[in-house]
């Protein structure tokens, strides 16, 4: 660690750039995920491949860059990548770059990992309206062990606690149990309004593995956070689909639709619920994650005055 202070110190600027290009990396590979689990493929082997078969050069798959300098077409065959692959890239690093500045390091690590599943989970979940268990069911049993681990992940210092990692695994659980029981319940409140299904059971989970990192109160706060970034997004969809000419067909790699999702994948009638959950949850992690405890707080020293005064 001293090392590491040493380095702050000196290069104030190095640190946080290797994050951001340490995300963008990691970006790169969270979009071969992305394209791949869904189709069942294996995300190690082979390696980066072009629509057309041929295999893309290191120097044609630097994160980020390639895509500009290569103006977005493919060097071998002139076929078009989508602007989703530079994005998925610079928005991981971005994210990196918030861990690392928002926390110590090793809740930055833990959050780092956090944020590029959340990341994946989010762009299957809008692709194809479904989170793999792999990663709700995966965030909350690995969310777990870095609690052990890493009680600093729920601000528990070591020397404070003598049973630290029984404090923060605690948490996490707690978060676990919280955060799937409070989306399950509002649910089942909708489907009882609307009369259909309005969440699915990938949500439930997802907010399970959201809780294991940030705990109760981060879970809580992706619900609500997660539905007002929601409805600004929806806002803009709506505003760009006007003025946008409907010939423009998305460049995004195609992928064979089966029936149930062929006939209504409008944004009107599905929602991925993932994407602003996930949203929801970096909002708190990388930002508000004071306010909302200290929010949270003030509840806490209210129920204790009432029952004083009962
Ligand atoms: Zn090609």
């Known amino acids: 660690m001293d090392t590491l202070q040493f380095i702050e110190g000196e290069f104030p600027w190095l640190m946080p750039s290797f994050?951001?290009?340490?995300?963008?990396i990691v970006?790169?590979?969270?979009?071969?995920?992305?394209?791949?689990?869904?189709?069942?493929?294996?995300?190690?082997?082979?390696?980066?491949?072009?629509?057309?078969?041929?295999?893309?050069?290191?120097?044609?798959?630097?994160?980020?860059?390639?895509?500009?300098?290569?103006?977005?077409?493919?060097?071998?065959?002139?076929?078009?990548?989508?602007?989703?692959?530079?994005?998925?890239?610079?928005?991981t690093g971005f994210f990196f770059l918030a861990?690392?500045?928002?926390?110590?390091?090793?809740?930055?690590?833990?959050?780092?990992?956090?944020?590029?599943?959340?990341?994946?989970?989010?762009?299957?979940?809008?692709?194809?309206?479904?989170?793999?268990?792999?990663?709700?069911?995966?965030?909350?049993?690995?969310?777990?062990?870095?609690?052990?681990?890493?009680?600093?992940?729920?601000?528990?210092?070591?020397?404070?606690?003598?049973?630290?990692?029984?404090?923060?695994?605690?948490?996490?659980?707690?978060g676990i149990l919280i955060g799937s029981a409070t989306i399950l319940w509002i649910a089942l409140l909708a489907e009882?309004?609307?009369?259909?299904?309005?969440?699915?059971?990938?949500?439930?989970?997802?907010l399970g593995g959201i809780g294991a990192f940030l705990g109760w109160q981060g879970a809580i706060f992706s619900i609500f956070g997660g539905a007002l970034l929601g409805c600004i997004g929806l806002l803009f969809w709506s505003i760009v689909k006007k003025f946008r000419p409907q010939t423009e067909t998305p460049s995004v790699p195609a992928t064979p639709k089966t029936e149930s999702e062929d006939d209504d994948q409008s944004l009107e009638r599905?929602?991925?619920?993932?994407?602003?959950?996930?949203?929801?949850?970096?909002?708190?992690?990388?930002?508000?994650?004071?306010e909302v405890l200290q929010y949270f707080s003030q509840f806490e020293t209210l129920y204790r005055e009432i029952s004083q005064r009962l």
């Open 192 to 206: 009882a309004i609307l009369r259909k299904e309005a969440m699915g059971f990938g949500d439930v989970k997802l």
């Open 99 to 174: 861990a690392w500045l928002s926390h110590s390091p090793l809740k930055a690590l833990c959050l780092m990992l956090f944020s590029a599943m959340l990341v994946c989970a989010s762009f299957i979940d809008f692709d194809h309206m479904e989170i793999p268990d792999r990663f709700s069911i995966g965030l909350a049993a690995i969310g777990f062990g870095l609690s052990v681990l890493v009680p600093e992940l729920h601000d528990v210092a070591r020397s404070e606690f003598a049973f630290a990692s029984v404090k923060a695994a605690l948490d996490s659980a707690i």
């Open 19 to 24: 994050a951001f290009v340490m995300g963008a």
């Open 27 to 91: 970006g790169s590979f969270l979009n071969v995920c992305i394209y791949r689990i869904p189709a069942g493929k294996s995300i190690v082997s082979p390696g980066s491949t072009c629509a057309c078969g041929q295999a893309i050069a290191w120097y044609d798959n630097i994160p980020i860059l390639s895509w500009f300098i290569l103006r977005g077409k493919a060097r071998c065959c002139g076929g078009a990548y989508s602007f989703r692959y530079p994005f998925v890239e610079a928005l």
């Open 270 to 290: 599905h929602i991925p619920f993932g994407p602003m959950l996930s949203g929801g949850a970096l909002l708190y992690a990388f930002l508000l994650e004071t």
